[in-house]
């Protein structure tokens, strides 16, 4: 299909030239414009809806929208004024879709083709869904997911379960999980989800489910289409089904961002990011042999957190030529990023080094 000139009008206040337009429903941030700092500005964030965004009157009155608090000892309706009055957080976490780096699959995994701009590293400001919880008594016994569901209107005529946004995540999440109104010192916007969305710190963007209307403490997993077969792991040609893995936390990962396709002989600075789900980051070594030699980068800026992602740079001298440059991530626990891909049929969850590089012109 040919690229949208314009941005869907839920997005008209972004950056348009800061992003790539693949559909009304997915954009994403151009390599090149996703800078050296540690947060990503709001109109240069990527969009990825499953369903038509609801209309921009869905935020007219915030503080009056409300989430139905399930599968606790005291189930309640709350309000985002009242959620307001129970606790409040600020964390730094990366959203990142599940198919990020899609485009690099050689078997054309079906889906939008992400190259690495479907992430950005986002300021969430709301009250720890710990907090609610035990202001509502705690979790019934023997529940093992929290269940999100998004406040999308349903199109009539097909099977609410094909096509709700409804997702669950282990009780782990628990401890970090929280119930967002603000998105980098803004009220939340409804293109990223307001007036209220469920943010899992270090899970992938499909987790981090928008407009919120219910979150269920539950025993199973949702048997909606998104949870029970859709953001699965695995091979190319199966089918995807409840017992693969699902798109849960985020592996470690980076990308370069700068020089893109040119440079100097002599010194050059080389820019990227990276980030370790919900693991902290140990180090990023970047090669401009394409992975024969490796360097330290230094990392930028102050680190928000283990759930952000850590800009770096590495000054490097390069003679003339055609360069390979990559960059490897490492988390504190050791795990760090492969060379390949682990290829899977929907293409999701890639971090291999060596697709994620980019080749550059010296002279
Ligand atoms: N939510 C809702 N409600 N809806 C939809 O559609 N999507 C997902 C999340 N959430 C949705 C939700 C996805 S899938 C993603 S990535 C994210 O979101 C995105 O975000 P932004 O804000 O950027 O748009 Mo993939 O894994």
Redesign the pocket.
């Known amino acids: 299909a040919d690229e949208p000139k314009s941005l869907p009008d839920y997005a008209a206040w972004k950056e348009r030239n800061a992003l790539i337009v693949h559909s009304a429903?997915t954009m994403e941030t151009q390599r090149g414009a996703i800078g050296n700092g540690v947060i990503t500005s709001s109109d240069r964030?990527?969009?990825?809806?499953?369903?038509p965004?609801p209309p921009a009157s869905v935020t007219d009155n915030p503080d009056a929208w409300e989430v139905r608090i399930e599968g606790v000892k005291n189930p309640r309706t709350l309000t985002v004024g009242d959620l307001k009055q129970m606790g409040v957080t600020t964390v730094a976490s990366v959203?990142?879709?599940?198919?990020?780096g899609r485009a690099f699959f050689p078997h054309g995994a079906s889906g939008t083709q992400w190259s690495v701009g479907?992430a950005?590293c986002i300021m969430w400001t709301g009250v720890p869904l710990k907090d609610v919880v035990e202001a509502l008594g705690g979790p019934v016994d023997d529940t093992r997911y929290i269940t999100s569901?998004?406040?999308?209107t349903l199109p009539d005529g097909l099977d609410p379960k094909t096509i709700i946004?409804e997702?669950s995540v282990p009780t782990r999440a628990m401890e970090t999980a929280l119930l967002a109104w603000e998105?980098n010192d803004e009220p939340l916007t409804h293109?990223?989800?307001g007036p209220l969305?469920?943010v899992v710190p270090g899970y992938?963007?499909?987790?981090?489910?928008?407009?919120?209307k219910n979150v269920a403490f539950t025993e199973n997993q949702t048997d909606a289409k998104?949870q029970a077969s859709g953001?699965r792991v695995r091979d190319v040609g199966v089918k995807g089904a409840p017992d693969q893995p699902s798109?849960w936390e985020m592996n470690v990962k980076s990308w370069v961002t700068a020089p893109l396709d040119s440079g100097r002989t002599g010194r050059n600075m080389i820019y990227g990011v990276a980030f370790g789900g919900t693991v902290a980051l140990e180090k990023v070594d970047v090669s401009v042999d394409g992975g024969k030699t490796w360097k330290q980068a230094r990392f930028l800026g102050p680190d928000l957190g283990p759930y952000a992602w850590r800009p770096f740079v590495l000054a490097t001298d390069m003679p003339a030529g055609e360069h390979r440059i990559v960059s490897r991530a490492t988390d504190v626990r050791g795990n760090t990023q492969p060379e390949g891909r682990i290829e899977n049929e929907r293409g999701?969850g890639h971090n291999g080094w060596s697709d994620h590089g980019v080749t550059v012109a010296v002279s």
Do not use: D, P
């Not at 959203?95 to 990020?100: A, E, V």
């Not at 569901?149 to 999308?152: C, D, L, P």
């Open positions: 429903n964030l990527f969009v990825r809806n499953n369903l965004a959203l990142q879709c599940s198919g990020n479907a950005g569901t998004g406040g999308e946004v997702r998105m293109t990223h989800g969305r469920m992938y963007g499909v987790n981090n489910v928008k407009y919120v998104i953001y798109m999701y």
